[in-house]
């Protein structure tokens, strides 16, 4: 009898010690939105879903600071309930190890030279839905994808990545970030796309920090990101936000300029504007205008004239 005990209780603690060194964290956002949206001469109401996800994340310690980490995300339309991207985990899937040399990742996952710069100043709604910037140019491939991040140093990390060819072309993307006090720096490349060799992008942002106020700007130079042949084209954007207790007043303009290789006008204007009011941590609602006033006619007209008035609600668990 005494045997027994002393060896479930030494089995109870080799239990209580893995649970403890290993985590999984159940999260997710759900986004949605009633809009008015004119596109080109049509009017219409619509549900719009704001990149809703749920997702799973772990992390297990293996020991001299080293950890092994999993994370995989699906995207699911809130409007209607069905599965918003083609494959179930396509949001991301991907395997970590980290430690003191940085991390290593494996899998599926956004490149991180869109969240340095782009998504970093996406402040109203974090690049989602109809406000999101409609002129940035993402080259990158998520699948089959093998990175590396450096530990901080001196407040600056580093990403680079490479898909595996599995029978197709490879593509590349780096990001830097760098963070000092209110002041947060941020840079993006990327090459190549499938059935596309010629595609590549490099960005630049800036997002500073003063009390209530704060300012962000992006700048993007891509080559046929649009489509093969278009040749060179600078978009730009500014936001800024400003904060009164939990509502928060953001605006936003961007602006893209012709492709170089495209006859004629193709150049457009994007801004919004938008309210946010935060009843806790985790939810909120808003409401935005938003607007893109396409330059191009015909075969120019890149991104289409579109407007919408929305009301929405997040919340975040």
């Known amino acids: 009898m005494q045997r027994s005990l002393i060896i479930a209780a030494v089995l109870a603690s080799v239990g209580a010690s893995a649970q403890a060194q290993s ?73 970590n190890l980290s ?28 690049e989602t839905g109809t406000s999101s910037d409609a002129f940035y140019a993402y080259i990158g491939r998520n699948t089959d994808k093998v990175a590396y991040r450096t530990p901080s140093i001196g407040g600056a990390t580093l990403e680079g ?4 060819g599995n029978g197709g072309e490879r593509t590349y993307d780096v990001a830097l970030n760098y963070d000092a006090g209110p002041l947060h720096l941020g840079a993006g490349y990327e090459k190549s796309a499938p059935n596309n060799k010629n595609a590549e992008q490099f960005a630049v942002r800036a997002l500073y920090e003063m009390g209530a106020f704060t300012i962000a700007g992006t700048i993007q130079r891509d080559t046929d990101g649009y489509g093969i042949g278009f040749g060179d084209r600078t978009n730009w954007r500014v936001a800024g936000m400003y904060t009164m ?10 602006h893209a300029g012709d492709y170089s290789r495209r006859a004629g006008n193709n150049e457009a204007d994007q801004f919004t504007f938008g309210i946010n009011q935060n009843l806790s941590k985790r939810t909120k609602v808003y409401a935005f205008y938003t607007k893109v006033d396409d330059k191009g006619v015909g075969a120019n007209a890149i991104y289409g004239d579109f407007s919408s008035v929305a009301l929405g609600v997040r919340h975040n668990f």
């Open 245 to 254: 207790g939990k509502t928060e007043l953001h605006a936003n303009y961007g």
């Open 161 to 164: 990545a490479v898909t595996a």
């Open 99 to 126: 430690g003191g040399f940085g991390m290593v990742r494996l899998g599926n996952f956004t490149s991180e030279a869109y969240y340095a710069t782009s998504d970093y100043i996406g402040m109203h709604n974090h």
């Open 23 to 95: 985590t999984v964290n159940v999260y997710g956002r759900l986004n949605v939105t009633i809009e008015r949206q004119k596109i080109g001469n049509t009017n219409d109401t619509r549900m719009v879903n704001n990149a809703s996800r749920f997702g799973l994340r772990g992390s297990e310690d293996l020991g001299g600071g080293m950890k092994a980490g999993f994370q995989i995300e699906h995207g699911f339309n809130i409007a209607n309930g069905t599965q918003s991207q083609g494959a179930f985990w396509a949001r991301q899937s991907e395997v």
